[in-house]
């Protein structure tokens, strides 16, 4: 397994003072499984690479861990943890970079809290959850993302592409930041601590999360996964990383989102509700789209990746939302052209927007089970006589599909805020009707994983004239 940590510009021969080792040496640690080396494959004037190679012994593996036959005798012993990123990889980084990792620098402090350009590259990582996962944890901490998957043996093309990533991150900050993120996130997206977690894992989660963990929108995720999904410890956690907080309406909502979005198990249907409605979207053609209820901005965020789309608007009532976009987006930090491409509009669907003529397409993404039925009309009146984009792709929950969500009490809704949550047949009729007064064609599809009996747990309709 390599890690390798590159830095440029002026600052770039800080690497070595940060990570106290010197770029002209090759240094080896003794690992409870194995060792890690520490070497220099780079080292100029304006950028040096410094690279930990874990050597992890698979007899040694075993030993650690007695009595485990899951997966038979040959699993125990053939298995991809030597060469993937996990949980060894973290430990090792708290071993051999442990005073970068605390932020210590004897010789140079002031280069501890210096921001640099930075990049890691993991050449192997396992990601359960692909390359959407990596993307929903790294990016929102303000990390460039890139994820290939791996080819099963290159010598062999036709057997195509392995469950592997190789990822590289790079974002301008402190090397401590970048550590932190890494030591946290990794064994996140693998999934498969290879220790015993107990009280004071929720200890370690919190010391390197200081700074960024409490706002960052997967954090149940992070939390549950770090701490091997024990239940108890993750909401320990969770208490402790809201607790300064407070509450106020904006938080709640944050909060029963997160509820809705656990209860739906996170990644994986927001992704594909996210990735459905962009297809459905670029398809049409549309150069102009308004997100219709945009919330905090993961839609956008993919929006804003598709070159086809020329202007992108995101409207919601919710201010705080809005807020939390505008910094997932940067838009603080854009210019010109880029600039003039996004921008978010505070406003209600209830009420006609001239501001939103004229596009030619619109999603609107789990928002009218959010609205109170009798506005229901308002709405329509809004969007399909007034607004009238070409294209409209509209999703919500199918209640059929609730009772397969095991954490969810029978008869109640995925999100407190929800107003009301249609079957199938009531959001036909309702999307029928809308579509018929207003002159649009309408057909439904599935989102998700389909149950022969209860359908997708999201369905799509796509409006169009
Ligand atoms: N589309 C986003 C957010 C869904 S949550 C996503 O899929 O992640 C519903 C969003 O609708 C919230 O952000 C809420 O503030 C917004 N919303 C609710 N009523 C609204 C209204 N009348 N006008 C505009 N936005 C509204």
Redesign the pocket.
């Known amino acids: 397994m390599l890690l390798t940590l590159r830095a440029s510009g002026p600052h770039a021969q800080g690497l070595g003072y940060l990570l106290h080792k010197h770029p002209d040496k090759l240094q080896t640690y003794p690992l409870s499984a194995g060792r890690a080396h520490v070497f220099y494959p780079q080292a100029s004037d304006d950028a040096v690479t410094a690279a930990l190679l874990l050597d992890l012994d698979p007899i040694a593996l075993v030993r650690g861990r007695p009595g485990s036959t899951e997966g038979g005798l040959l699993d125990r012993y053939v298995n991809d943890r030597p060469y993937i990123a996990s949980s060894f990889l973290s430990v090792a980084i708290a071993q051999v970079f442990g005073s970068a990792l605390g932020g210590r620098c004897k010789d140079r402090p002031e280069l501890v809290t210096t921001p640099l350009p930075l990049e890691a590259r993991l050449v192997a990582a396992s990601c359960r959850g692909g390359e959407g996962l990596a993307r929903a944890l790294f990016e929102p901490l303000g990390y460039s993302v890139t994820a290939e998957r791996i080819s099963l043996d290159e010598r062999f093309p036709a057997w195509g592409k392995g469950p592997h990533f190789a990822l590289g991150l790079s974002r301008e900050c402190a090397l401590r930041e970048m550590l932190a993120h890494l030591y946290v996130l990794i064994p996140v997206l693998d999934d498969d601590k290879h220790y015993w977690v107990g009280e004071d894992e929720v200890e370690k989660l919190l010391r390197h999360g200081e700074g960024w963990l409490a706002d960052h929108p997967e954090k149940e995720l992070i939390a549950r996964r770090y701490l091997k999904h024990a239940p108890r410890l993750t909401r320990d956690a969770l208490a402790r990383l809201v607790a300064d907080e407070g509450s106020d309406p904006d938080a709640d909502?944050e909060a029963n989102?997160e509820e809705e979005a656990a209860i739906e198990e996170t990644v994986s249907l927001?992704q594909s509700?996210q990735t459905t409605v962009i297809g459905e979207l670029r398809r049409s053609g549309a150069k102009t789209v308004l997100?219709?209820?945009?919330?905090?901005g993961?839609?956008m965020q993919m929006l804003v990746r598709e070159k086809s789309f020329e202007r992108i608007v995101g409207?919601?009532?919710?201010l705080r939302?809005l807020e939390v976009t505008r910094d997932r987006l940067h838009m603080d930090r854009l210019s010109g052209r880029k600039a003039e491409r996004i921008s978010l509009l505070h406003?209600?669907?209830?009420y006609r927007d001239e501001r939103l003529e004229g596009f030619d397409a619109a999603a609107c993404?789990?928002?009218i089970e959010?609205?109170e039925p009798f506005r229901l009309g308002a709405f329509e009146r809004v969007l399909f006589a007034a607004t009238r984009p070409r294209v409209i792709v509209l999703t919500t929950p199918n209640a059929e599909y609730n009772v397969r969500f095991a954490s969810l009490p029978a008869g109640r809704m995925r999100h407190k805020d929800h107003r009301f949550e249609w079957t199938r047949a009531e959001f036909e009729t309702w999307a029928r009707g809308v579509a018929e007064r207003h002159g649009y064609g309408v057909r439904f599809e599935p989102v998700g994983p389909m149950d022969e009996a209860l359908g997708a747990p999201t369905q799509m309709a796509v409006f169009s004239r």
């Open positions: 909502a989102a927001n509700r997100d219709l209820g945009c919330g905090e993961k839609l409207v919601d009532v919710s939302a406003g209600s669907l209830l993404v789990e928002v959010h609205l």
